[in-house]
């Protein structure tokens, strides 16, 4: 069978265009830095205090953003400082002085010092977050507050869970 040379041409003009099919991975591998760059930059806004499942946060409205500070964290049982166990929430109960004492030397303890060195006469400026279940009693609450303050840290924060709008006054009171 004889073909046309209007086919043979066809045909040279195919094989001569068949390259193989490529994939140009320079393109892809630019989107995916500029996105890797893109989530770098804004999830560093976020501070994640660290929770356990043994403490319910209250709820707030407040609009301010936590701060990387020392963690003071009450359970329903213990007290701990940065994640160690300091003493139980029974002790602070029973404790007939308003400072308590391991809390105050494990605050003191260099391990525990703030991310960015703290000078003694800047004690306004250490910080500390209180992540306290919400159904820990005031008094209990009063004797760490206390504590933490003789401990030379100037700036207290108690952790809460934002929630989505604010609650008018005739509603709470219904509460």
């Given at each position: 069978m004889r073909l046309s040379n209007r086919a043979r041409r066809m045909i040279v003009h195919q094989e001569r265009n068949r390259a193989g099919v490529s994939l140009n991975l320079i393109p892809m591998i630019d989107i995916l830095s500029v996105m890797v760059a893109f989530l770098l930059v804004?999830?560093?806004?976020?501070?994640?205090?660290q929770n356990t499942k043994a403490i319910e946060i209250p709820e707030s409205i407040s609009d301010e953003r936590p701060r990387e500070t020392v963690v003071v964290m009450v359970t329903r049982d213990e007290?701990?400082?940065?994640?160690?166990?300091v003493m139980t929430v029974e002790q602070v109960r029973?404790?007939?002085t308003v400072i308590l004492k391991p809390l105050k030397d494990a605050l003191e303890r260099p391990t525990v010092a703030m991310p960015k060195a703290v000078l003694a006469r800047d004690i306004e400026s250490r910080e500390l977050t209180i992540m306290g279940d919400k159904a820990i009693p005031y008094e209990v609450l009063k004797k760490i507050m206390a504590t933490c303050t003789d401990a030379n840290f100037g700036r207290l924060?108690?952790?809460?869970?934002?929630?989505?709008?604010?609650?008018?006054?005739?509603?709470?009171?219904?509460?």
């Open positions: 804004y999830s560093t806004e976020v501070e994640v205090l007290l701990l400082v940065q994640g160690t166990p029973q404790s007939g924060s108690l952790a809460v869970l934002q929630k989505e709008k604010a609650v008018s006054i005739a509603q709470a009171g219904a509460q």
